[in-house]
């Protein structure tokens, strides 16, 4: 998947040569059983994206992990275009840290990208006893060779950001990148920006406050995250602690891909908002809001005011569009980021959610929408859940959508995906003048899996994309 040229390491060597690459056909994402009442272990599903193929829209292989209910999440590679210019690494394994369990799976899809399999597991002890850290969360490839992984928690499930460290090769448990005793409160996601010396973390709660279900009573305590952490990438410290006004819930964290620069995006789930952070001339850094979605007041919901609840965001690689689901709401929005200060709404489209007509939930007042969504089927199947987690395919045209945000808050929020599965959709882009429409034609199923109905999460290409990839 990588350019063509004769010294070249993994990736592209920059974020517009990334937007030429090939189109994708293989989709790797972890389907999720715990919380589900199906005792089989958590899978890597492989989903065959190749409208030419004849398994166009299908799983095509499943690797079951070794354990029960480790929450399988998020993933990252062993090594990206971060390492472009080093010849001797390649992009193999893709790294599956879990969420409860704290076990690692290395995962090889190069000898056989249609049919993943397992290369090696790092067991939760380890990573207790080497780093007194649990509750992992992002994993990404640096510039050294090595994996960072996040980190929510402490092996008790206090909360605890810091970042395991893993040799890229061997996969061996080095430590913490952090210096010691130098975690932050609470973590989740992390970008780094090495031109500007700085990596920024985010915060969702301790593992002991989520991992059950969401109390609203743990908002009021103040046990959630609403904080961003600076740290210097080079000496490996924390300096400085961003509060956010209205920014509950820091999830997912994004710089610009350009690597000259200063600037980002956090999607604040409970605060329903997106802030920008930049640096400042003294070399600090600050955060503004930038975008607000409003609550709706509602009947026959926990609350009554729903939150958009934000979960996931993504930047196309040429840094034009901002991309971010309302897992409650149900919709998912394109924004033209040509000014980031000011982003504009140029796109938006319903998948679901929890206000669809005929559901339980009534709005009883909306600023945003004059009459309740209609529910989403596809190919005769009504789609549970609400748009959850996204991908952009690297020219920007098409995003691939999941719906499923932790299986604790699934089984919560959405009672139905517990029972119908949840489901992989892919929308295209209009990138001239934005918008976004379902392809009537896509649809995978998690609910008629060979076990019973899976919770599919995160996706990833095997030659990368843009939220996997850093660039130097």
């Known amino acids: 998947m990588a350019t063509k040229c004769g010294k070249c390491g993994p990736g592209y060597p920059s974020p517009l040569e990334a937007m030429k690459g090939p189109r994708e056909e293989l989709v790797y994402l972890p389907c999720i059983y715990r919380n589900t009442g199906i005792e089989a272990p958590d899978y890597l599903a492989t989903v ?250 509602v009947k026959g919901w926990i609350l009554p005011e729903m939150p958009s609840l934000i979960t996931d965001i993504l930047l196309s690689l040429d840094d034009r569009f901002l991309y971010f689901s309302n897992w409650l709401h149900g919709d998912l929005r394109q924004y033209d980021i040509s000014d980031p200060k000011r982003p504009r709404l140029v796109g938006q489209i319903f998948l679901g959610g929890s206000i669809v007509k005929g559901g339980p939930v009534q709005v009883l007042e909306d600023q945003e929408l004059k009459c309740q969504p209609e529910p989403l089927v596809v190919k005769g199947k009504q789609v549970a859940g609400g748009p959850q987690m996204i991908q952009l395919s690297l020219d920007g045209t098409r995003l691939y959508v999941t719906t499923s945000l932790y299986s604790a808050w699934d089984k919560q929020f959405y009672p139905d995906l517990i029972r119908e599965g949840s489901v992989m959709l892919q929308v295209d882009v209009d990138t001239v003048r934005g918008g976004l429409k379902l392809n009537p034609n896509f649809l995978v199923d998690f609910g008629k899996e060979p076990l019973g109905p899976a919770l599919a999460h995160e996706l990833r290409y095997p030659g990368g994309d843009c939220s996997s990839d850093i660039w130097l």
């Open 48 to 297: 065959d994206v190749n409208p030419k193929s004849p398994q166009y829209s299908q799983v095509i292989h499943r690797l079951p992990m070794p354990n029960l209910k480790d929450e399988l999440h998020h993933s990252g590679w062993n090594t990206c275009s971060s390492c472009f210019g080093d010849s001797t690494k390649s992009r193999t394994k893709l790294v599956l840290p879990s969420l409860i369990s704290s076990r690692v799976y290395v995962v090889d899809v190069a000898t056989e990208p249609r049919a993943p399999k397992l290369h090696k597991v790092i067991e939760p002890k380890e990573i207790h006893a080497k780093c007194d850290l649990g509750y992992l969360h992002t994993s990404h490839c640096l510039a050294s060779g090595e994996v960072m992984i996040s980190s929510l928690g402490d092996p008790k499930g206090n909360g605890k950001g810091g970042f395991v460290l893993l040799d890229g090769e061997t996969f061996e448990v080095k430590g913490t990148w952090e210096q010691p005793g130098g975690a932050a409160p609470m973590g989740y996601d992390f970008w780094y920006q090495p031109r500007h010396n700085v990596m920024i973390s985010t915060e969702w709660a301790a593992p002991n406050v989520l991992q059950d279900g969401f109390n609203p009573a743990d908002v009021e305590a103040g046990l959630y995250g609403q904080r961003l952490h600076v740290w210097d990438w080079q000496r490996r410290e924390r300096v400085q602690t961003l509060t956010m006004q209205d920014g509950l819930i820091p999830l997912e964290i994004r710089f610009l891909h350009n690597p000259a620069a200063d600037q980002g995006f956090v999607g604040c789930a409970l605060g329903s908002n997106i802030q920008r952070f930049y640096k400042n001339q003294g070399g600090t850094w600050s955060v503004e809001k930038v975008i607000q979605v409003p609550s709706k007041k």
